[in-house]
């Protein structure tokens, strides 16, 4: 796996949130202002008026590593829901009477979001320089793991095959989650398929910083984890399941220096500003009529990591 390939999905972890508010073609253009191929179907509507294929499919990023036993993020779930946030963000913005300069749909638009977005900012008084030397030391306390980077991660698996395979790991990781170390030995003799990391007590591979000579899929979910005992779920490109606990993790510590400050008040805004966008967009989906097709929408096609990381590799 190369190291741009990772380091294109955590950016693309990272800044979800900036890609719901910025249109990067003409996303969130009406369609008196943008007309859509005649191929295209309608995925969704706002007020009656249509989202196009296109307008989500330039949301949709891989599935993100899949950790822990939480629901999966769904990806076109995921990108509709940033396309519904534009239309009904530039929907709000001109009803505020905010201004954008005259140019093309696509910069009318990113002037009009960014405009409400820093309108919601300024009225909640939402500011990195005005946090707290003690709320910025608290959190970086709280999330200290998280914000280190990882040294290396050595992993053990439970290797499933086979039609039934997505079914039976999906039964099996929260069992996995709960079990001890010899537990989930115990659960690789008695389920994993592949009898080389069996016999070796499930160990499947330690994966540094580089991910070097490990599997994209693998490398992407062991590379997200920072605590021993914590599992997740990975499909390699053979088609097998892989339910994976780190068994050992060690960790670059965060340093606690003014980089470091910088970056948690950054993290702390950011974090006040999206809950307050999260209930600008609850209040605003109650005023609008949303109907979704949701075999339109799962009809969108979900991008890999590689083909993701090298469109955003030459992009960014």
Known sequence: MLLRDL?????AAKRAWLLAAIPILAAGASPTELSAPSQESIVARVGGEPIHSSEVERYLRPAPPRISVATPVEPRVEALNRALRVRLFLAEARRRGIKAPDGPPALVTAHLVQGLIREERLRHGIRADDIADEAALRY???????????????????????????????????????????EFHDLVRQHSMDAASKNSGGHLAVVDDEAHGVEEAIAAVALGMRKAGQVGLARGA???????????????????????????RNLIAYEKLERVLRELMEQLLTKTHVSIDQGALQQLRVPSVSEYSQSSFVSD
């Open 7 to 11: 380091k294109a999905l955590r950016r």
């Open 140 to 182: 970086f306390e709280e999330h200290r793991e998280s914000l280190s980077r990882v040294a290396s991660i050595r992993v053990s698996a439970i290797v499933l095959t086979g039609p039934e395979g997505e079914e039976r790991a999906e039964q099996l990781l929260p069992v996995a989650a709960h079990a001890s170390e010899e």
């Open 238 to 264: 053979d088609g097998r399941h892989y339910i994976l606990r780190a068994t050992e993790v060690r960790l670059h510590p965060a340093p606690w220096d003014e980089q470091m400050v910088m970056r948690v």
